[in-house]
C-alpha cells in the first residue's frame, strides 16, 4: 500500500504561524508498538524411518526480561519511534527476532484498549507474519505449537491477539494464496495437507484436498528419495 | 471483540516502582486517530414518475474550518483522548456527525506514515462505516458520490483510506451480509441489486443476481405502490 510520506508544505503565513506554534506535548502521551503474531511450520524428526517428517504450526514468543510483565511470555514487538513508519518497525522487529527480512506480514488489527499496558496508554497495531521456519535464525525467541500457546498466560492482551490471528488465517486459508508463505519451496501435497488440518484444526480428505489446491500448485517431476517409505511427488507453488 | 480495559496490578515491590517512575513524557509524542468512511444510501427523488426512485452509494465528507488543510474536505475523524478507546472515539465521532449510534463498524487499516500529518506524528486507525442514510440526521458534513469524492483532493491521505475503504467492501460484498447495513429495513430486489452495481462498478444480470442473493433475503408478501410503475414486491433480510 502506498504511504504518504512527503513533508506537507504550508499554504499560507498564518497556517505556518499555526503549525510552528503547534505544541504536541500539550496532549497526554500515546505510544504506539507494533505486535507481530508470527506463524512457522517446523518439521519434527520423524521417530519412524518409515514415515515422512510431520510437521506442526507454530508461534514465536519471547520470555520477556523487563518490567512489566518480567518472565512472562509475550509476542515480540516493539515501539514505534518517531522516524520510523509502522511497517519498519515490525521489519526491525522480526529480523532482530528471526534474521529475516521482507518477511510476509500483513495487518491484524489495532488494539486500543485503555489499560492494556501498565506504563502508559499504549496502543498496538497488531500484523500476522508467515516465514517458512527452515530459513529463520531464531535469536531471543522461542516456537510453541498453538495449541499450547493458547494455553499460556501471555502478558498484556496477547493471547487476545493470537486468537484473532488464528482466525484471520484460518478464515483465508481457503480463498488466497496465504499458506505458501509457510511453505519451504518444495513440498509434497500431505505435507500441505497437513499444515492446512493443522490451521484449520480438522482432518481433511485427500482427494477433496487435492482438488481444492490443484489450481495452486505445480508438479516438478521430481520424487522425494527416502529409503524407508514410499516416494512422493514433489510440488512448487504455481 | 473483547478488549482488554482491566487495571493491572503490579506483582512485586520492584515493579510497582518501576511502574512508578515511568515517565511517559520522556518519548516523543506520538498522536492517535480515528477515521471514518461512512458510506451510505442515498434516494435519489425519480424525475420521472414512471420510475422507481433511484439510489447512489455515498461518501460522508467534512469542510476543515481550520488549519492544517483549511476549507479541504476530509474524513470525519478525531483524535483518541486518554479515556477513549478506538471504538468509544470513533462513536462520539460518529454520533456527532450522523446523530446515530450503534452504527455498523469495521476497523479497515492503520495508517502510519511519517509525515502525514503537519502538526505531529500522527497515526490513524479508519474504520469503514455503514449506515442506513435514511435514519441520519448529518450534521456539519455533505454526502459525496463516491467517482465524485475520488476526484477530490482531500486533506492527509484520506484519498488513499477512501481507495482501500472501497477495495474492502467491493472484496466483500458477495461474500458476507455487509451490504445490508446500508438498506432500509424494506426494499425491492431491484434497490438491492442497485446498491451492488454501485459497490462492484459494474451492472449485474437481473436473473444471476437474484440467484446470489436468494438465501439472504425474505418476500414480505408486500407491494410497492405507485401510481407510476408496476408493483414489485418488498423483501427484508434474512
Redesign the interface.
Known amino acids: 500500500?502506498?504511504?504518504?510520506?512527503?513533508?506537507?508544505e504550508?499554504?499560507s503565513k498564518?497556517?505556518q504561524q499555526?503549525?510552528d506554534n503547534?505544541n504536541?506535548?500539550e496532549?497526554?502521551?500515546?505510544?504506539?508498538t507494533v505486535d507481530a503474531v508470527v506463524f512457522g511450520v517446523i518439521k519434527n524428526a520423524s521417530d519412524n524411518y518409515r514415515k515422512l517428517d510431520s510437521q506442526s504450526l507454530k508461534i514465536l514468543l519471547i520470555k520477556r526480561d523487563e518490567?512489566?510483565y518480567?518472565n512472562w511470555y509475550t509476542l515480540p514487538g516493539g515501539?514505534?519511534?518517531?522516524?520510523?513508519?509502522?511497517?519498519d518497525t515490525l521489519e526491525r522487529t522480526l529480523e532482530s527476532k528471526t534474521g529475516l527480512k521482507e518477511i510476509y506480514s500483513e495487518?491484524l488489527?489495532?488494539?486500543?484498549?485503555?489499560?492494556?499496558?501498565?506504563?502508559?496508554?499504549i496502543?498496538s497495531?497488531a500484523y500476522i507474519s508467515l516465514i517458512d521456519a527452515g530459513k529463520a535464525r531464531i535469536n531471543g525467541a522461542e516456537w510453541f505449537d498453538i495449541e499450547e500457546a493458547k494455553k499460556i498466560t501471555l502478558a498484556?492482551?496477547h493471547n487476545?491477539i493470537i486468537e484473532?490471528a488464528i482466525k484471520r488465517i484460518r478464515g483465508k486459508i481457503n480463498y488466497t494464496d496465504i499458506v505458501f508463505n509457510m511453505m519451504p519451496t518444495e513440498f509434497t501435497i500431505s505435507q500441505l495437507q497437513e499444515v492446512y488440518e493443522i490451521i484449520l484444526g480438522e482432518k481433511l480428505l485427500a482427494p477433496a484436498f487435492r482438488r481444492t489446491i490443484a489450481d495452486k500448485i505445480v508438479d516438478t517431476g521430481k520424487m522425494t528419495s527416502n529409503a524407508g517409505h514410499r516416494p512422493s511427488r514433489i510440488f512448487i507453488r504455481k
Open positions: 500500500m502506498n504511504i504518504t510520506n512527503k513533508k506537507y504550508a499554504r498564518e497556517e499555526f503549525l503547534y504536541p506535548g496532549y497526554a502521551p500515546i505510544a504506539v518490567y512489566p518480567k515501539f514505534v519511534s518517531p522516524e520510523e513508519t509502522l511497517e495487518q488489527y489495532t488494539f486500543g484498549g485503555i489499560n492494556r499496558d501498565p506504563r502508559m496508554r496502543i497495531c498484556f492482551d487476545l484473532e
